[in-house]
């Protein structure tokens, strides 16, 4: 699962590279958001761990099916590392914002729900 998910963020950096142009756009994003990075990232690493072993014991133990089991269980992973990711962001900068209850809404959505699409 580790390697996964390794793989999955170099793949992420590449491709940061490769469509800006420039190694530099990459390294202001780690700069800007090291925090907000890093939280997530050892969200998924964590996830991954205890997602990863409750998968070998449905997959070896309860013969379930692996193929659904390894989605439905990534799945949960990625939401584990966007969740934990955006509360950063929101405990930093969300809750600055929030003075009404409409502001409260739109620090919600913009924390929360535009990181799954």
Same mark, same amino acid.
């Given at each position: 699962?580790?390697?996964?998910?390794?793989?999955?963020?170099?793949?992420?950096?590449?491709?940061?590279?490769?469509?800006? *142009?420039?190694?530099?756009?990459?390294?202001?994003?780690?700069?800007?958001?090291?925090?907000?990075? *890093?939280?997530?990232?050892?969200?998924?690493?964590?996830?991954?761990?205890?997602? *990863?072993?409750?998968?070998?014991?449905?997959?070896?133990?309860?013969?379930?099916?692996?193929?659904?089991?390894?989605?439905?269980?990534?799945?949960?992973?990625?939401?584990?590392?966007?969740?934990?990711?955006?509360?950063?962001?929101?405990?930093?900068?969300?809750?600055?914002?929030?003075?009404?209850?409409?502001?409260?809404?739109?620090?919600?959505?913009?924390?929360?729900?535009?990181?799954?699409?």
């Amino acid at each position: 699962m580790y390697f996964g998910i390794t793989i999955s963020i170099i793949t992420a950096g590449i491709l940061i590279v490769i469509s800006s *142009g420039k190694f530099n756009v990459l390294l202001g994003l780690l700069s800007d958001w090291a925090l907000n990075l *890093g939280v997530g990232i050892l969200a998924l690493y964590v996830a991954g761990h205890y997602m *990863g072993k409750k998968m070998e014991f449905l997959i070896n133990q309860k013969k379930c099916n692996s193929v659904l089991i390894g989605i439905i269980r990534s799945f949960i992973i990625f939401l584990f590392g966007i969740f934990f990711g955006s509360t950063v962001g929101f405990l930093q900068e969300g809750i600055e914002s929030v003075g009404a209850r409409e502001e409260l809404k739109y620090s919600i959505v913009n924390y929360y729900l535009k990181p799954l699409y």
